[in-house]
């Protein structure tokens, strides 16, 4: 009789399998090109790599440049190695721009899911895999719009998984040099993992030898590879960090940026107080932040989802310690622990948030997976295995409504953005303010963040390098001070001439009915006009022009 009923289970489980994946491509593709709007950081990134595409350099005008110097403090070019191919063939738009950054996401689900299968034999113990992936909360919000460094983690798990495979299904020595080569390009990924692969390749090494995987001198051989592979960063690590370089410098055909805006805001400081105290603190913030839910950052976490729900920590605590007979298995786990534990110094000196501290998201949503394959072996009840599976469901589901506003369609940063706040634009929502300036070259446009809504200008309408600094006060490439183009930074308000336009929220103006005109609550030297109102950075906003 179970030789019958068994077929028929494991055609139920690859069902549901199928099914529950199904649903979870068309919930992250639900209007993916239009929530979140388009994060400043985002848009920064798709200017790059659209100057790329159009003119063969980036915004600056750099030709292969080793890093993306950006108007904000730079940003990886790894991530621009997937999306440029796509953008080249299919063109610009947000639905194009994010969905390389979509598919990668779900094929690292579906390969971790048969990678599962293909360990344990047992398709339950894919279908609960695929089911710690599919509802994790932070695999969801990152999937959906593109930052730099969060391809970084992507790439990574994808070679650890070909190690995982080199030492146990192929066992090949090549397979696993390569698998080490995919990650040591993840230095090419984000800035955080040029202190963070150095740590995990030491302890990598160490454990391939330990377990008689890799030899001394096969170790030193694989090292000079990588250090082949990432010397162009080193060297521009070097420039940057200790020759402070101010102007662009060439390695072989690639070009090294000066990096006046380094990325060492994302370090605690290191000569301010008492540092030991400062390094603890950092790292219980950090932990606080994991075990509650959210790193109040509103574009990376819906409080109290995190980046998994936080009392699931206890079943990845048991998918990281618990006994494991599998060997496949136990070495995929030691792969995804050591992982984690190469990550620890870094806590103590990269300010936590859920983006700075990435490396650890997979790995932990995977080690999920795992822990609730070990408590289901240990389940008799059938009863309490359907709430195994099930609970993960419903607080999904509770995740999903908050994401999308609720019945009630109430506003959240990723349906509405921040009031005034320029983290996030919807670009239909930019697009009448940038039709009115087209339309009105003549007259300047004053309006308020200047040096934060330029970048969004220019996805919507890009520009050459040339051409930037023609636009820019401040050269190509950078974040405007005061001019770029008509566009006026607001604190020059006084300067403002008669016909010009004022961008301005609605709750600033004052109507004044014995003039028949609006003045701003700032100043009541001017008059103006309503020429447009529209909803913009999640408030009312407005086009006058100044009559008087």
């Given at each position: 009789m179970k030789q019958l009923l068994a077929p028929k289970r494991q055609k139920l489980l690859l069902f549901f399998m199928i099914f529950f994946f199904g649903i979870y491509i068309m919930l992250l593709f639900y209007k993916y090109y239009q929530q979140p709007g388009l994060f400043i950081d985002e848009s920064a990134y798709a200017n790059e790599i659209n100057s790329i595409i159009r003119y063969g350099c980036d915004t600056h005008g750099y030709y292969h440049p080793v890093y993306f110097q950006g108007p904000y403090g730079g940003q990886s070019i790894l991530g621009s190695w997937f999306i440029i191919p796509w953008l080249k063939i299919f063109g610009f738009s947000i639905a194009t721009w994010r969905f390389p950054f979509l598919l990668i996401n779900l094929l690292l689900i579906l390969s971790l899911t048969i990678l599962t299968v293909v360990f344990t034999k047992k398709l339950v113990a894919g279908l609960l895999m695929e089911l710690s992936l599919i509802t994790a909360p932070w695999i969801y919000l990152s999937a959906r719009w593109v930052l730099d460094c969060n391809i970084a983690p992507l790439v990574f798990m994808f070679g650890l998984m070909g190690i995982a495979i080199s030492l146990t299904i192929l066992k090949s020595k090549l397979c696993l040099i390569l698998s080490l080569l995919v990650i040591a390009l993840t230095a090419y990924g984000y800035v955080a993992f040029w202190l963070y692969l150095p740590i995990f390749l030491i302890c990598l090494f160490g454990y391939l030898w330990r377990q008689k995987f890799l030899s001394l001198r096969e170790i030193l051989f694989v090292s000079f590879l990588i250090g082949l592979l990432v010397l162009p960063l080193v060297i521009f690590a070097y420039e940057v960090n200790i020759k402070k370089i101010l102007t662009a410098q060439k390695f072989l055909w690639l070009t090294l940026p000066p990096l006046p805006g380094n990325r060492v805001t994302s370090l605690i400081n290191f000569h301010k107080g008492n540092l030991l105290l400062t390094m603890i603190n950092n790292c219980l913030l950090g932990w606080k932040q994991y075990l509650f839910g959210s790193d109040n950052s509103p574009w990376n976490s819906i409080q109290p989802?995190?980046?998994?729900?936080?009392?699931?920590?206890?079943?990845?605590?048991?998918?990281?310690?618990?006994?494991?007979?599998?060997?496949?298995?136990?070495?995929?786990?030691?792969?995804?622990?050591?992982?984690?534990?190469?990550?620890?110094?870094?806590?103590?000196?990269?300010?936590?948030?859920?983006?700075?501290?990435?490396?650890?998201?997979?790995?932990?949503?995977?080690?999920?997976?795992?822990?609730?394959?070990?408590?289901?072996?240990?389940?008799?009840?059938?009863?309490?295995?359907?709430?195994?599976?099930?609970?993960?469901?419903?607080?999904?589901?509770?995740?999903?409504?908050?994401?999308?506003?609720?019945?009630?369609?109430?506003?959240?940063?990723?349906?509405?953005?921040?009031?005034?706040?320029?983290?996030?634009?919807?670009?239909?929502?930019?697009?009448?303010?940038?039709?009115?300036v087209q339309k009105n070259p003549q007259h300047d446009f004053y309006i308020s963040g200047l040096s934060n809504i330029f970048v969004f200008f220019k996805t919507i309408n890009p520009v050459s390098p040339h051409q930037d600094a023609q636009l820019s006060d401040q050269g190509k490439g950078e974040a405007p001070r005061f001019r770029y183009g008509n566009l006026v930074d607001y604190q020059h308000l006084s300067k403002i001439k008669l016909h010009d336009y004022l961008v301005i929220p609605y709750s600033d103006l004052s109507w004044q009915s014995d003039l028949q005109s609006y003045q701003t609550k700032i100043t009541h030297a001017q008059q103006f006009k309503l020429k447009k109102c529209w909803n913009f950075l999640a408030t009312k906003y407005t086009i006058m022009q100044r009559i008087k």
């Open positions: 989802y995190g980046i998994m729900f936080p009392p699931f920590f206890i079943i990845a605590a048991v998918g990281a310690w618990g006994k494991i007979k599998n060997h496949p298995l136990a070495l995929w786990r030691s792969l995804l622990n050591l992982s984690i534990l190469s990550f620890v110094p870094l806590m103590f000196i990269v300010k936590p948030n859920y983006n700075h501290w990435n490396a650890l998201n997979w790995p932990l949503i995977v080690l999920l997976g795992i822990g609730a394959m070990l408590i289901w072996e240990n389940l008799n009840k059938q009863k309490l295995k359907l709430l195994l599976v099930g609970i993960p469901l419903m607080v999904f589901a509770l995740f999903i409504n908050s994401y999308y506003g609720g019945f009630k369609q109430q506003n959240t940063y990723f349906n509405n953005g921040i009031k005034n706040d320029y983290s996030s634009v919807r670009l239909q929502d930019m697009k009448p303010l940038v039709t009115m």
